[in-house]
């Protein structure tokens, strides 16, 4: 990469650490360290929100899903914006008006203190896990194209974003994460502006070819259980998934307690509600562009260079002879595109279905080859190709103009960094509330605990670090964490569902906890097997009616006092 | 402003907002996706 780039990229990075490290204000107590004492304008909050979900893996991967499978993905979100009205009228105000540090808080003045620890240890134990992920995603593919170690790749993006949650603690997290969000859609901006000029056909005659390879279908109306991106899973399961991660994940909640008021917090919350599909379909068309651009100029056959070189040198004639079918197929499909638009142009409706259905058959033929040649990959190097995380790095690096390449590597590590800053923030919020002042400093003075969340943070990013770079080492545990993880989503909001029924008792939560949690590892060990997304409201509809049932009879103290 | 009406408020305005981005899709894959 071109040395300005990477001048953009280190004047980015000592900006965020810069800013961040002078934005201690109001970090001498606790509340102004993990709360910014409750004073942040709805608006910064807001973008928070929306930076801490946008992560990496998005700009990488999501652009990557848009352009090998289209704009379908954004189905997966169709329940956010119910989720977040419901969200603003529920939960928002029970725990903005408790004045709790943690969204588990709440559950021990609801029920007691098992339920709050049990639920903070299972938040501990996946987004510990799940820190280091957000940051092996993006070194994983920087150490690919760069050749670099993967210690340096997480160093690079690690070390800063430890640094300033470390001494900035939430102020610092949110202000980052709103220029972080500026940066992100401002590098996506310029893309889709280079990627329109780029292309020697106009849009209209481009979308049109895109469509025909299948990239333009957005709505899937079939309902079928197994089957991850529908309208109904998105609408359905989406809603749950929505409602348990942005109400109960307490790295989405502590952002929200940050705001001013209630109404602060709603206002945050529905920028998300308003802006997330929108700004998420711009993502999957980014992909689709690149698709396009790819059609008209050659691509490479893997994008991942090291499998790439990999895959050469154990047989360069094979991939020789592989790289040649693909050149043919791609040629072939160029000439297709570029008549489907001619044929537009000369209004021969005959002659474009002639070249579109020419179209299609060529670009079969090269995901034929592109699928052997990944096939090679995966045996080769013994891991399971990743190829589409590669697609927008390889075309950034090889076709952005100078500058817009370090723009792009900005936004990257900006979505990862603000990511796994609130990530490192809420875990440190958790351990520090729900553990240490709760079980072993009960009375510490506000210096003592303000000390041991600084070292708990910095603890946290360090075994953030740790985990991310022996990722690949790791697999196979982190995958088994990760599963776990979504055992329990759906089950933990269906204990906060249960904290705003009155009748419920702290034994049917604990209990009703535990039954949510085993139906879904049912459902996904055993039978009958459905998607992910539906995981969430089985585990939420099993602790609400386990729960109720158990809570039978007499109401609980709790909610008596609360009437 | 009662809880429930502005509920009810912000809820159409969400769901406005959303009918609106859905709208555009579905005009994208009904114009190229055919």
Not at chain 1, 38 to 65: C, F
Not at chain 1, 306 to 334: C, F, G, K, M
Not at chain 1, 358 to 378: E, I, K, M, Q, Y
Not at chain 1, 428 to 454: E, I, M, N
């Amino acid at each position: 990469m071109h040395w300005i780039n990477w001048v953009i990229v280190a004047g980015y990075l000592g900006y965020v650490v810069w800013d961040g490290l002078r934005r201690t204000k109001g970090t001498t107590t606790i509340e102004g360290y993990f709360l910014a004492n409750r004073s942040l304008p709805w608006w910064a909050v807001g973008l928070s929100v929306m930076a801490t979900q946008l992560s990496a893996v998005t700009l990488i991967g999501t652009t990557g899903q848009g352009a090998t499978d289209g704009l379908r993905f954004v189905q997966f979100y169709f329940g956010l914006p119910v989720a977040m009205v419901i969200l603003g009228v529920t939960l928002v105000p029970f725990l903005h008006g408790a004045k709790v540090y943690t969204a588990y808080e709440y559950l021990e003045r609801r029920f007691d203190a098992k339920t709050r620890s049990l639920t903070s240890f299972l938040f501990l134990m996946s987004r510990g896990m799940s820190a280091g992920t957000i940051i092996a995603a993006p070194a994983v593919v920087f150490s690919a194209i760069f050749g670099w170690d993967m210690l340096w790749s997480v160093a690079l993006i690690g070390i800063p974003t430890v640094l300033y949650t470390v001494v900035g603690g939430v102020q610092a997290v949110t202000w980052a994460d709103v220029k972080q969000m500026v940066v992100i859609v401002g590098a996506l901006a310029a893309i889709v502006f280079v990627l329109l000029t780029k292309l020697p056909v106009p849009i209209d005659d481009a979308l049109r070819v895109a469509g025909a390879a299948g990239r333009m279908k957005v709505f899937d109306f079939s309902f079928t259980l197994t089957e991850t991106y529908t309208f109904w899973s998105g609408v359905l399961g989406g809603t749950f998934l929505m409602l348990s991660y942005f109400g109960t994940d307490q790295s989405q909640v502590q952002r929200y307690l940050t705001a001013r008021s209630v109404d602060e917090a709603r206002s945050s919350l529905l920028m998300s509600a308003y802006w997330k599909i929108p700004l998420q379909a711009v993502v999957l068309l980014v992909g689709v562009l690149v698709f396009l651009f790819y059609t008209f100029v050659r691509a490479p056959l893997l994008f991942n260079p090291a499998h790439e070189q990999a895959v050469r040198a154990a047989d360069p004639s094979a991939y020789a002879a592989l790289e040649a079918q693909a050149t043919a197929a791609a040629e072939s499909r160029d000439l297709a595109a570029r008549d489907v638009s001619a044929s537009r142009d000369a209004r021969d409706a005959v002659g474009e279905a002639r070249a579109l259905d020419a179209f299609r058959a060529s670009n079969a033929a090269l995901d034929s080859v592109r699928t052997t040649a990944l096939a090679r990959a995966a045996e080769v190097t013994g891991q399971s190709s990743r190829d589409v995380n590669y697609i927008i790095p390889r075309f950034v690096l090889d076709q952005l103009p100078l500058g817009l390449a370090g723009v792009f590597l900005a936004a990257v590590l900006a979505a990862a960094m603000s990511s796994i800053a609130a990530e490192l923030n809420s875990l440190s919020t958790s351990t520090v509330v729900d553990f240490y002042q709760r079980w072993v400093k009960p009375d510490g003075d506000d210096a003592h605990l303000l000390f041991v969340s600084k070292l708990s943070t910095a603890l946290w990013g360090v075994f953030a670090c740790v985990v991310a770079t022996y990722a690949a080492t790791l697999g196979s545990l982190i995958e088994v964490v990760n599963r776990f993880g979504s055992f329990f989503y759906g089950s933990i909001l269906g204990v906060f569902l249960l904290a705003m029924l009155p009748r419920a008792r702290a034994l049917g939560a604990f209990v009703g906890l535990i039954a949510g949690m085993s139906a879904v590892a049912a459902v996904s060990f055993g039978l009958p097997k459905v998607s992910f997304l539906w995981h969430n409201v089985i585990g939420a509809v099993t602790v609400v009616a386990v729960g109720l049932v158990l809570s039978l009879g007499r109401p609980s103290a709790a909610a008596t006092s609360q009437r | 402003m009662t809880p429930p009406s502005r509920f009810r408020r912000t809820l159409v305005q969400v769901m406005t907002m959303q009918v609106v981005a859905l709208a555009v899709l579905w005009l994208l894959q009904s114009r190229y996706a055919g």
